[in-house]
C-alpha cells in the first residue's frame, strides 16, 4: 500500500509564498513521476507541476516563473515552492504520484487561499 503525505498549505495574502510537501511512503520500488495539481472553486482540476524521475519538470502555463517543484529521491518527497501568489491561486492542491504499471495515486488535497 502506497500513501501520500501532503503539507504546507495555508492562507496567505497576494504576493506571499508557500510551500507544499508531499512523502510518498510503502512499497515503492521505483518513481516514474511526481507532481502537483490543483482544483480552483468551482472548476476542474488542472496542472501546476510534475518532475519526472529523469529531472524534467513540466509547469502549467499559469505558474510558470512563480512556482518551483523539486524533489528529494532518497525521501521520496516533493516539494512545491509557491512565490508571488495571486488570488487565483486558490484551491485544492493535490499530490500526485506515477509508479509503474500502476494507476496515478492521488493524496488526500491541501487547501491553498490566497486573500487579495
Known amino acids: 500500500q502506497v500513501q501520500l503525505v501532503e503539507s504546507g498549505g495555508g492562507s496567505v495574502q497576494a504576493g506571499g509564498s508557500l510551500r507544499l510537501s508531499c512523502a510518498a511512503s510503502?512499497?515503492?520500488?521505483?518513481?516514474?513521476?511526481m507532481g502537483w495539481y490543483r482544483q480552483p472553486p468551482g472548476k476542474q482540476r488542472e496542472l501546476v507541476a510534475t518532475?519526472?524521475?529523469?529531472?524534467?519538470?513540466n509547469y502549467g502555463d499559469s505558474v510558470k516563473g512563480r512556482f518551483t517543484i523539486s524533489r528529494d529521491n532518497d525521501k521520496n518527497t516533493v516539494y512545491l515552492q509557491m512565490n508571488s501568489l495571486k488570488p487565483e491561486d486558490t484551491g485544492v492542491y493535490y499530490c500526485?504520484?506515477?509508479?509503474?504499471?500502476?494507476?496515478?495515486?492521488w493524496g488526500q488535497g491541501t487547501q491553498v487561499t490566497v486573500s487579495s
Open positions: 500526485y504520484l506515477n509508479l509503474p504499471y500502476r494507476a496515478g495515486i
Open positions: 510503502g512499497s515503492i520500488l521505483r518513481i516514474n513521476a
Open positions: 518532475t519526472t524521475s529523469g529531472g524534467r519538470n
